[in-house]
């Protein structure tokens, strides 16, 4: 899928995944790991937001939200009224640099072409400050497929494989990787990596 096809496959399923994930489990749990290290009043950016139920709704409450979905974002004004809203491509983050302490990306890098991964990684370096900290999926397999029929529509999937994945985080200056397993927003297992800047 090529960007304005992953948009609008995005929009078209916004909804039912609002409907469909539980907004607790363990894997928001992992935030308040992600804020108990950070400075107080910290900036977060919360990448693939959504509705921002799941994780924007778990930070504090200026944050800022990005996705790519038009209509994720719109259901994310009420659902998150105080957070900042953007629309945009992880790849070529539309946000100035050394920004923000934290970021937090869950469920959203494999969406993006794993050729391109090294790029966002790059890009997540940029706009965190000295220091800042990481918390986003740690994919285990290497795949690349589209799924027809998820959430009544249809999406892209993509991932270098778990090694692959911490070792771009290292390429893109991130230290001190942390794993932790969790219960992900459909009742799964998923693997999290805390990643941090020196």
Known sequence: MNRTELRRAWDDVAETYARQRDADGSDAALIDDLLAELPADPDV???GCGD???TLANLPADSVGLDISRRGL???TSEVPAAS???GDMSTLPLGADQFDAI???HSVFHVPREEHRAVYREFGRVLRPGGVVLMTL???RFET???GWMGGRMFFSAPGREQTLSALRDAGFEDTETTTATDPLG???EFVFARLP
């Open 52 to 54: 921002g139920a799941r």
């Open 45 to 47: 950016l919360d990448i």
């Open 74 to 76: 719109e259901l994310a």
């Open 139 to 141: 994919p285990g397999g």
């Open 146 to 148: 589209v799924r027809r």
């Open 104 to 106: 937090t990306a869950y």
């Open 85 to 87: 809203l953007v629309q």
């Open 188 to 190: 799964s297992s998923t």
